[in-house]
């Protein structure tokens, strides 16, 4: 295992695990998101790099969780941040929303949760 460098860090989500909200959800289930996840995340901790990783990240909560993870391994010596994520998303009014594995379209909730991230 390399040497591990506090100056470079991944935060990784793969999120293959979405149930269905309702008939018509756009989001179904995916196959290769989580190992997609798993690969950068052995290849960047291979090459020295701190690794948080995350999968089927369920709800709203758990998302901004992690994201605050990352900030808080995030210093002032830090000098690369990656973020990397396979999963769902929405392109809307030029951003990019993460959809996590449980979204609730009928309820509305999800247009409040989205993570805007990119």
Not at 39 to 58: E, T
Not at 63 to 78: D, F, P, V
Request: with cysteine; aromatic share 8%; charged share 20%.
């Amino acid at each position: 295992m390399a040497h591990v460098h506090n100056d470079r860090v991944l935060f990784t989500i793969g999120n293959n695990g979405y149930r269905p909200c309702k008939e018509d959800c756009p989001w179904k289930a995916l196959k290769g998101a989580v190992n997609d996840s798993h690969s950068i995340r052995n290849h960047a901790r291979s090459a020295g790099w701190l690794v948080i990783p995350a999968q089927n990240v369920s709800n709203c909560d758990l998302m901004r969780h992690l994201a605050e993870q990352a900030s808080y391994e995030i210093t002032r010596t830090t000098s690369v941040v990656c973020f990397h994520y396979s999963g769902h998303c929405e392109d809307k009014d030029g951003a990019t929303y993460l959809i996590p594995c449980d979204p609730q379209p009928q309820a509305r909730t999800w247009r409040y949760c989205r993570s805007k991230l990119i």
